[in-house]
């Protein structure tokens, strides 16, 4: 189930590393217009010349597109880029290549999307969103997974702005995408990485406003709910494997972060909680599902066991910090004595205790079934 997603994403590198290797140079002098400029006089050059850049991946010829996508990436020009250049040129690169973004051509979308990616680490603007949109939503995995690491860079500062963030599409089809391709590593550890790439690393997060930040981050929290929803929906069913069960670490993780749980209101903290029992039960039940098996994966059951003790139950300890109840943090550390050579019987009880008592605490309703205690029980 891991090998598909994960020899897309090989796959698509090699063939556009490949490539690259015979990509020419480029100099400022190359482009008909300059990048520093504080007002742009012809925005119709700087389209006329994407354009023709755009029909030369759309060519077919690798040789020309990969000189095209080198050229549209702007590698000889190292100047800071205006913002009237960047808010020209994204119009400019997502009008253009959004036409190839909804062809038959993988290449070329997977070319579209590298050029999206890097505009906007530039700085680019939200008329790129469409094309990200467009490349995330695709059914070919390697370039679903192109749109989704593209968006990166955009997602703070759409989700940031706030006139910008209720039509936000970019999140949303993150999620879809995440739902269509669930048996791809690659593409589960990416959707989290995308929304929380920029903003959990302080250099990156530096070069954006402050305010931004503040703006962007409740709903990037969110966006991460939606995303563990989608996977914490399919934990424990026995209907299909949960591939890389810790892809889900690095969002557990951000949650639990002290400025993230600052940043949630008091419904944010509630759904939270509830979604990290809800993928312990689920987790609780994969491992008993996986012990089981005839054959069962050692490896897999190592996976699920550290995602339920270092991630959800040092996040869920770590709350309980926050709320100023030693009984809850007190409850989670029970999972540290646990360790590869306990019983899975002894997981589900752990995680039932935390359960029931995060549930009581954070007034969950509590579920008609509790899915960590019947391996055929679906997950909340």
Known sequence: MILPGRCAAII????LSIGSWVAPAYSQATYPFDVTAPTISSPAAIDAWVDAQVKEIASGDRDKVVAARQALMLPGSNDKKSA???AAYSKAI???LLPVASGADAHAKLNAGIV????????GTSDLSPLMVKLISDDSAPVALYGIRASSSLIPRVLGDRNLAPTDKIVPAIAAALAKHLDSEAIVTEAYQSLIRVINVPAAAQQLPQATITAATPKIIEGLLDLLSVRSSKFGKGETEIVEPMAES??????????????MNQAAQTRTVKTLLDIASGAASELQLEFDKKSPSRPRIVALQRLLKESIGQALGVIGSYVNDPALTAEADKLKPLNTLSAPAQWTQTINGIRDLYSKSFKIQASTSNPASSPSAPAN
């Open 12 to 15: 698509a590198c090699l063939t």
């Open 84 to 86: 009237a250049f960047l």
């Open 94 to 96: 997502g009008t253009k």
């Open 116 to 123: 999206a990616g890097k505009v906007a680490d530039m700085g």
């Open 250 to 263: 690095p969002a557990i993780v951000f949650l639990a972060k002290q400025t993230s749980w600052a940043a």
